[in-house]
């Protein structure tokens, strides 16, 4: 594609598709080409997505339209996680409506989740996070979401928080925050009083890609105002955060995903920190991912990292069991993985008495598919890395659900948007 670019705006392109070293294109519809050749319409869409401002999947990721040598095996039909999430961050404006969030509560003794609660009537954008803590020296689930996305000028995040446990009645007070954001922060207590999110900015006519990472930094579970700091950390998606108590430390683990700059990568990083506020300079963790990843911790100092990885047309769970020195260097341990066509990022929890939650959402066919909808699952595990049944959650929901556990509380909770 041939474009001119006025002021960071794209205001004229030229498409060419042409024949050179030997390439051959068909305008058959089977998901089947001759080796050598390729769906015009997959060419097409790929050229598209250069227009609406994405760039080439680079080869550390496989599948996608938007890879550089055009996905094969694919008609063209039907786009799956990085190009729908490349163009929605690209164009917050055409993201869904906002949706009804929703809690629901897990049962030990029957391994499933009880019916689903409201939280309240604000609509979120994108997914809901949450995590247990004291704040004030009550226990409270404390919760976060983008709910007003803007291209143009700042979008606005909302905390909620209730006293744990939650039951239906339970009220929940709110707070807001005005940032030019990508994406919903991710949330974590230490249980001693502390609450810490991490938000990933954007610049202010999101033209330039990421724009580094906002903390913040609450005592009082965000019922009032917090300090915040910022770091260079750069990505487009939601990062996740978790404490270790073990060694005393925040530790936060991102994708460098950013489909709007060339060097996009999808290398997963990671950094420390001893207060929230002040983080150590990122190290490259070796593994590569699109989406949002999960972090949970137990007493020991032992914790799970999960994340997508495969093609876009059949992504696999990865449960990674992780460990950490005194320095705050991660060592990565053994890893199942499960359950292909994943819709995005994986969540998972750590619980009471050693054991563990994840959640994702399975990719539908058809319709479903295409706008991003899918099947809630979950799996729970008293080993590391997690192993066992899977279970349904028994509903879909537009974005995948967010686990909120900690290792010293019975209760555990998935928040989602339907």
């Known amino acids: 594609m041939f474009e001119r670019v006025v002021n960071g705006v794209l205001v004229e392109w030229d498409i060419c598709i042409w024949g050179g070293n030997a390439a051959k294109f068909e305008a058959a519809t089977s998901n089947t080409e001759p080796t050598g050749e390729w769906h015009i319409l997959n060419v097409m869409v790929h050229e598209w997505g250069h227009v609406l401002g994405l760039r080439d999947i680079p080869s550390t990721t496989a599948g996608g339209l938007m890879h550089g040598g055009v996905e094969r095996g694919n008609n063209g039909a039907n786009l799956f ?23 629901r509560s897990y049962s030990d003794l029957t391994d499933s989740w009880n019916p689903r609660h409201s939280i309240s009537n604000t609509n979120y954008f994108r997914p809901i996070r949450a995590t247990i803590g004291k704040a004030f020296g009550t226990s409270k689930v404390i919760g976060t979401g983008l709910v007003e ?32 954001a990508w994406d919903s922060p991710a949330i974590a207590s230490n249980n001693t009083g502390t609450f810490v999110a991490a938000l990933p900015l954007k610049t202010e006519y999101a033209r330039n890609g ?7 930094r609450s005592t009082n579970g965000f019922v009032t105002a917090s300090t915040y700091s910022y770091s260079n950390m750069c990505s487009m998606i939601s990062p996740a955060i978790a404490w270790n108590s073990h060694w005393q430390k925040w530790i936060i683990v991102w994708s460098d995903y950013d489909p709007i700059i060339e060097e996009n990568t999808n290398r997963m990083m990671y950094s420390t920190s001893s207060d929230g506020s002040f983080w150590a300079t990122p190290k490259v963790l070796g593994r590569f991912t699109n989406a949002t990843p999960g972090l949970a911790c137990h007493y020991g100092g032992e914790c799970v990292l999960t994340y997508v990885r495969g093609s876009d047309f059949s992504p696999n769970v990865v449960a990674r069991k992780v460990t950490f020195n005194s320095a705050g260097v991660i060592s990565l341990g053994s890893y199942t993985e499960y359950q292909n066509f994943i819709q995005r990022e994986v969540s998972v929890g750590a619980k009471l008495g050693n054991k563990w939650l994840t959640g994702w959402s399975y990719k539908s066919s058809g319709d479903w598919k295409s706008k991003g909808w899918g099947s809630m699952y979950t799996k729970f595990s008293s080993s590391n890395p997690p192993t066992g049944s899977t279970a349904s959650v028994g509903e879909s929901a537009e974005h995948p659900g967010s686990i909120a556990a900690a290792h010293d509380y019975y209760n555990a909770y998935l928040f989602y948007v339907d």
């Open 210 to 216: 990421c724009s580094g990472m906002k903390f913040y």
């Open 149 to 180: 996305p803007n291209a143009v000028s700042p979008s606005k995040i909302k905390f909620f928080a209730a006293d744990y446990p939650l039951t239906y009645s339970k009220t929940w007070n709110t707070n807001f925050y005005t940032e030019y």
């Open 81 to 103: 996680g990085d190009d729908i999430k490349g163009v929605r961050v690209r164009h917050p404006g055409l993201r869904p409506m906002g949706l009804r969030s929703y809690w």
